[in-house]
């Protein structure tokens, strides 16, 4: 059993505080209350239309907070500005497979949030393309254009996207959709993989019953169709001491 000092050394990294959300007249969220801290790996789970991707989008700020109130990294979403240590992955279907860039190209604009993707590119920030190209394992593909890719592919350079500016949280949109299960299987041991092994916070909806099962030890229950988390909590990767003892050598 662990101390509450040893649970209390990780930091919040995402808190719900009241959210509701509406389009126009249709109320979509309605008073959700949720916390993450750091190196938690959650799951969200909800039926279609629960709400998942909006409030996804609203935790990236791509949508309004209007009612109640996201606390990034201790911070309210309403000042927050540290959007580089957030990375975003999605859902695949948002994704205009006609867009004409490489691979390298898709990567290396998760630097600068869409705002120039053709801007001039420094050797640093190739070198931080290439690791992440590295980390997806996907370097001979850099000079393809992303359509011609197939789904699993696309999702590795879309990961790696997300991923190019080292983020603390890392947020997944439904990242298996459309793709084999065999492909599915080996993505999802890859994100496992990087969970248990970078310093990062997983945020990931998903309709996978099997893996919210087997990784985070919990049985699903639909519960009226509304949002629901299931987390897999840090200290049962790391404890606290090894946690200081991490800090403390950096
Ligand atoms: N831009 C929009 N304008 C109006 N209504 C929207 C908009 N986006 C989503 N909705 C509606 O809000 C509800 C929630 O949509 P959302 O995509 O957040 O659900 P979800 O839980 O992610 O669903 P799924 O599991 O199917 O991906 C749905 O009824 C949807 O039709």
New binding site residues.
């Given amino acids: 059993m662990l101390s509450l000092a040893q649970e209390d050394c990780h930091e919040h990294i995402i808190e719900l505080e009241n959210i509701s959300f509406s ?2 007249d ?1 109320q ?1 969220i309605s008073d959700l209350n949720f916390a993450a801290k750091e190196r938690d790996f959650v799951g969200v789970i ?10 996804l989008r609203m935790i990236v700020g791509l949508l309004p907070v209007e009612n109640g109130d996201i606390r990034l990294f201790g911070q309210s979403i309403r000042k927050f500005k540290d959007w580089e240590r957030i990375g975003y992955v999605p ?1 695949k279907n948002t994704f205009n497979p006609l867009f004409p860039a490489t691979v390298r190209e898709v990567v290396l604009s998760g630097l600068y949030n869409n705002k120039n993707l053709f801007r001039r590119v420094s050797k640093s920030q190739q070198r931080q393309c290439d690791d992440a190209l590295e980390v997806m394992r996907i370097q001979e593909i850099a000079n393809k254009r992303i359509g011609e890719l197939s789904g699993g592919q696309q999702q590795r350079a879309f990961l790696a996207r997300a991923l190019i500016n080292h983020p603390d949280l890392l947020i997944l ?2 990242p298996t959709v459309g793709i084999d299960a065999e492909t599915q299987a080996g993505f999802f041991e890859l994100i496992t993989h990087m969970h248990a092994h970078h310093h990062m916070t997983f945020l990931m ?1 998903s ?1 996978d019953m099997d893996m919210i099962e087997g990784y985070l030890g919990k049985t699903p229950k639909q519960k009226n169709g509304k ?1 629901q988390f299931y987390v897999r909590h840090s200290h049962e990767i790391q404890n606290c001491e090894e946690q200081n003892l991490q800090h403390s050598l950096t």
């Fill in positions: 389009y126009r249709q979509v909800g039926s279609n239309g629960a709400g998942k991707t909006t409030l859902q949109d439904e909806v309709h949002i």
